[in-house]
């Protein structure tokens, strides 16, 4: 017998056989794991190939239709559409969603069209997919508030009001909603003079407290007296804006000596020589720097809820729409102003 052959029932042949089975698995699972991954890259290529230009509604038609793709897979296009700015296609495809999708999904995708139409500011139609959905299902807490939101738009505060009210029957917590809608309501009330509307926005301030910067904004910028007759000491520091642009003329330096924290302000503005220092860095720079450097106060508005920063001052945030979340941000900055006024002067 040769001494490389191996009897068939030799130990050594079944490790052969086994270590020949794993080699086999192996390779073949190598070359299967390449052949799926370039048939996904290939998959990836078309994919990018046909939306390297945004595809006519007539191509998106058929591809929604052909039903090739999933529609998480499409929803997720339509959202990076609508992230992108591209509205148009973004309600294209949901549009097509629906009449495609499956009944139970038809709700879903109408409300995201709805939204959608909202963000492009077609208002009419966004409501009229939300009041749509509400046909068929009245008590969906996320339509209603993106309802509400749609009228406050629209600015029908009525409207918006009413909307509430099932809100309010769901359990949900509507009062700050509420107070803020009557608030917008008065301020665009026409037939009403500035004198009756600061006293209609005082009665309601009264109530709950909120919404300070809102009404107080207000008051300040029509009847400066009957603001600081009605200030909350406490509370001077969210409406920092707007006592730093307050006319001197307008002051009142009784309220202002007794309240430390607009000691500092003023001091700081250069009005007053109450105090040396101040907690507020910026305010102490600028008591410090005593008029000696064109600095002035600049500010940002931060949301407290979704922490984005806007430079415009909002009472619902515009992100993620929370309301009377806005904090103020101090930064320092050249008074361009101040040199504007003093080059003025140099010429005369
Ligand atoms: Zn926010």
Not at 4 to 28: H, K
Not at 311 to 317: K, L
Request: proline residues 2%; glycine residues 4%; negative net charge.
């Amino acid at each position: 017998m040769s001494p490389f052959y191996i009897e068939f029932r030799d130990p050594l042949f079944g490790v052969i056989i086994f270590f020949a089975l794993v080699f086999i698995i192996t390779i073949s699972s190598y070359w299967w794991t390449k052949y799926k991954s370039k048939e996904k890259t290939k998959n990836l290529d078309k994919f990018l190939k046909d939306f390297k230009v945004a595809p006519t509604t007539k191509e998106l038609k058929l591809l929604i239709s052909k039903g090739e793709m999933s529609e998480k897979s499409w929803i997720l296009l339509a959202k990076l559409y609508s992230k992108n700015g591209d509205y148009e296609k973004s309600i294209e495809i949901y549009n097509e969603l629906i009449e495609v999708t499956d009944k139970s999904n038809v709700s879903e995708m109408m409300y995201l069209l709805g939204g959608t139409y909202f963000k492009a500011g077609f208002l009419e139609r966004s409501k009229k997919v939300f009041l749509e959905i509400l046909k068929n299902n009245p008590r969906l807490p996320r339509v209603l508030y993106d309802l509400v939101l749609v009228y406050e738009y629209m600015k029908e505060y009525n409207l918006a009001l009413e909307v509430l009210e099932p809100l309010d029957e769901l359990k949900n917590d509507i009062s700050l909603d509420s107070l803020y809608l009557k608030i917008l309501k008065i301020l665009n009330e026409s037939d009403l003079s500035n004198e009756l509307k600061a006293y209609e926005l005082l009665e309601l301030y009264k109530v709950r407290g909120n919404l300070t910067y809102m009404i107080f904004e207000f008051l300040f910028r029509v009847n400066p007296k009957l603001a600081w007759d009605n200030l909350d000491g406490s509370k001077s520091e969210l409406l920092t804006d707007i006592f730093w642009h307050i006319d001197k003329k307008d002051l009142d330096f009784d309220i202002i000596s007794n309240n430390g924290y607009l000691r500092e302000l003023y001091s700081a503005r250069g009005d007053i020589q109450e105090v040396s220092r101040s907690s507020v860095f910026e305010f102490d720079v600028l008591i410090n720097l005593d008029k000696k450097v064109q600095t002035t106060l600049s500010f940002e508005y931060i949301c407290d809820n979704c922490k984005n920063i806007s430079p415009f001052v909002f009472n619902r945030c515009g992100n993620c729409h929370a309301i009377d979340t806005s904090a103020i941000g101090i930064t320092l900055v050249k008074d361009f102003h101040r040199d504007f006024s003093e080059e003025n002067n140099s010429f005369q």
